[in-house]
C-alpha cells in the first residue's frame, strides 16, 4: 500500500503541487480510501477463512453431506448419471457431477481432490466415470 501511495504521491511533489493545501487534503483523502479498502478486504479474507474451515462435506451410505455451523444438508447419489473428472498439469482439479434432470453439480477447490473422486466412486457405483484431459480455463 506504501508502494502505491508514493507511486501517486512522488509525481505529484516532483511537479509541485503539494504547495497547494487542496492538493494536500486530496492526496490525504486518497491515502485513507486506499486504507479503508485495503482494511475492508482483510476482513472479507478472514471472513472467507472462517467459512471455510467451517465447512465440512462427506459421504454416508450412498449419500453426500454438507454441513456447517448454521445448516446441513444432503443429496442422494443413487440417480448420479456421469462424473467428469478435470485435471491441470496432471492433477485433478475439478469433478463435474450430471443428474438425471440436465443439473450439474462443480466441485472443486477441496484439500484432496483424488480422494473425494475416489469416494463419490465408491457411494456412485452406477455413475458413468470420464476422465477428461487438461483444463486450460
Not at 502505491?4 to 503541487?17: D, E, F, K, R, T
Not at 483523502?29 to 486506499?34: E, K, M, S, T
Request: charged residues 25%; contains cysteine.
Amino acid at each position: 500500500m506504501s508502494i502505491v501511495v508514493a507511486m501517486i504521491g512522488l509525481p505529484l511533489w516532483l511537479a509541485g503541487v503539494f504547495a497547494w493545501e487542496f492538493a494536500r487534503w486530496c492526496v490525504v483523502g486518497v491515502a485513507v480510501l486506499i486504507a479503508l479498502k485495503y482494511w475492508r478486504e482483510r476482513r472479507l479474507e478472514a471472513r472467507y477463512w472462517r467459512e471455510y474451515e467451517r465447512m465440512r462435506l462427506w459421504f454416508d451410505d450412498g449419500s453426500l453431506y454438507f454441513a456447517t455451523d448454521a445448516e446441513q444438508s444432503s443429496e442422494s447419489l443413487a440417480k448420479v448419471v456421469s462424473v467428469h473428472a478435470y485435471t491441470r498439469r496432471g492433477r485433478l482439479v475439478r469433478v463435474v457431477v450430471n443428474h438425471p434432470d440436465g443439473s450439474i453439480q462443480q466441485f472443486f477447490g477441496l484439500d484432496d481432490m483424488d480422494a473425494f473422486l475416489a469416494e463419490f466412486r465408491v457411494h456412485a457405483p452406477q455413475a458413468k466415470q470420464e476422465r477428461m484431459g487438461n483444463q486450460w480455463l
